[in-house]
């Protein structure tokens, strides 16, 4: 029998039009979309069905975005496969996707997750616009060779790892500056192959204090509960079943790299054999196929 594990996508697989043909065949998916406008006070549902692209994609929207167009596909695969969801035994997500995966789980309920991800989003806004800095994917080099160029390029700033994606996909964040020198030096050894990415800051790095100072107090006012299947953290690669632990992990997760091909390789050796990408776009399912070629990854049309 298939052992299935879901994965959530994070900030950055957003586009324009998601979600809607759920919203117009699936009564389930229509009724989060409206609720999540009127929990959030403005048309989610309108910026995700119709753009602006730049609009959708700042940090503010794109988190409630994608938590919410996730869990909608959810409910399109309780009808495209229902034996799937029945019988899925553990979630993940990347950095954002982690909140879908627990709302999924039972651990938090759709509105005290959509709060959680609007007030992340606006303290991660807040942290990016106070220093300029960036992300920057380096490709095709392994990790003892990017932490080589961030050592070169870093100078008194902060560049660091940021995300462990897969074999030969990772991200570095940090000042502006010293994302610009880490690509210029990647490309001028041959090390790897820089590609900066279009975010707000320097995700998953202490640049992005204090959103984790804000974010705990939110988090201390939610409503956490035992997820009812295990949750695997990013900054950990552990399930947690205390809300308490739960908690704490998020407001690591905030500084701390995303450790997502560590995650997978531990659903993988755990015995998962059988994976969903719930959400839009394709990430998850390119990453898998870095990590482990053979293992069938599927997705739900959103």
């Not at 080589?148 to 008194?156: D, I």
């Not at 997820?227 to 908690?247: F, K, L, T, W």
């Not at 995303?258 to 399912?285: H, M």
């Amino acid at each position: 029998m298939a052992k299935y594990a879901f994965l959530f996508p994070g900030q950055g697989a957003q586009v324009v039009g998601m979600g809607k043909s759920l919203y117009e065949n699936l009564p389930a998916a229509r009724e989060l979309f409206d609720k999540a406008d009127e929990i959030l006070g403005y048309s989610l549902t309108d910026l995700c069905f119709n753009g602006p692209i730049e609009k959708l994609s700042t940090t503010v929207v794109s988190q409630p975005a994608l938590f919410v167009t996730s869990l909608a596909a959810v409910e399109a695969l309780k009808v495209s496969d229902p034996d799937a969801v029945a019988n899925c035994e553990t979630a993940a997500g990347l950095s954002l996707g982690e909140y879908t995966a627990l709302a999924f789980a039972g651990a938090m309920s759709f509105e005290e997750g959509l709060l959680l991800v609007q007030k992340r989003g606006m303290a991660m806004q807040e942290a990016a616009d106070a220093t300029p800095s960036g992300m920057v994917s380096l490709l095709g080099a392994d990790l003892a060779v990017v932490e080589a160029l961030c050592e070169k390029a870093r100078g008194e700033e902060i560049l660091q790892v940021a995300n462990h994606l897969c074999p030969g996909n990772i991200v570095v964040s940090g000042t502006r500056a010293a994302c610009e020198r880490v690509a210029a030096l990647a490309e001028e050894t041959g090390d790897a192959r820089a590609i900066p990415l279009a975010v707000a800051g320097a995700f998953h790095t202490p640049i992005m204090r204090p959103a984790d100072e804000k974010l705990a107090e939110a988090l201390a006012k939610a409503v956490i509960s035992t997820p009812r299947i295990p949750v695997i953290s990013n900054v950990d690669v552990e399930a947690h079943s205390e809300p308490d632990d739960i908690r704490a992990t998020l407001v690591k997760q905030i500084l701390s790299p995303v450790q997502w091909e560590n995650t997978v390789r531990k659903l993988i050796a755990d015995g998962y054999d059988s994976f969903y990408e719930v959400g839009p776009g394709r990430v998850l399912r390119g990453l898998m196929k870095r990590i482990d070629r053979k293992m069938p990854c599927q997705g739900v049309e959103v």
